[in-house]
């Protein structure tokens, strides 16, 4: 069984990662870890509970060993790609995103922010250079959104394309 890692960090937009994770396909084995600032802003965006605590470093999902498949951080705020770009592994996030890193494991990071800043666009391509895929929610117009839901289906569909997981949630090019 296929095992996924979705985490969110304190940037808006953290309904667009609890819905990746509850559209990942129920054959997945999935993990869900959200930061204290990604609970705030959920908090303020929608009511929902998490699965792993952020400061359990000793997490299963934390070991290289348990075997996790890929990782998505969506959104991810600036501070949380900082650290995973300078090797800080501090908290569950980071300490995943790194076991991703070491692994050769897919990790994609979707920064929900603008306009980046050049310290950002150089933790970005730094960890680009690693082989970590850096997906923003960026809307792909072709697909002919008319909704909030619409939008978000596309964002999130693209993010399952990259991990290899079939869907229909948005109108692909023709």
């Known amino acids: 069984m296929k095992k996924i890692v979705i ?8 309904n ?12 997945i084995e999935k993990h869900f870890i959200s930061s204290t600032n ?3 802003v959920a908090q303020k965006e929608m009511q929902k509970e998490f699965i792993h605590d ?4 000793s997490a299963s999902i934390a070991s290289g060993s348990f075997g996790v498949d ?24 980071t300490r995943s995103a790194s076991v991703m890193i070491k692994e050769q494991k897919k ?20 960890l680009a250079s ?3 895929i850096i997906a923003p929610p960026i809307m792909g117009y072709y697909s002919e959104q008319q909704t909030l839901d619409d939008m978000e289906n596309f964002v999130v569909g693209k993010w399952f394309d ?13």
Request: proline share 5%; net charge neutral.
């Open 7 to 14: 985490a969110t960090s304190g940037a808006s937009g953290v």
């Open 16 to 27: 667009l990662g609890i819905k990746a994770y509850e559209l990942l396909p129920k054959e």
């Open 38 to 40: 990604a609970k705030v």
């Open 54 to 57: 952020n400061a359990d470093i």
């Open 70 to 93: 890929a990782m998505l951080i969506a959104p991810c705020s600036m501070n949380t790609l900082a650290k995973i770009a300078c090797g800080i592994a501090d908290n569950l996030i």
């Open 107 to 126: 990790l994609i990071i979707a920064p929900r922010e603008m306009p980046f800043s050049a310290i950002a666009l150089e933790n970005m391509h730094k």
């Open 130 to 132: 690693l082989g970590v």
């Open 162 to 174: 990259l991990l290899g997981i079939e869907n229909n949630l948005y109108k692909r090019w023709e």
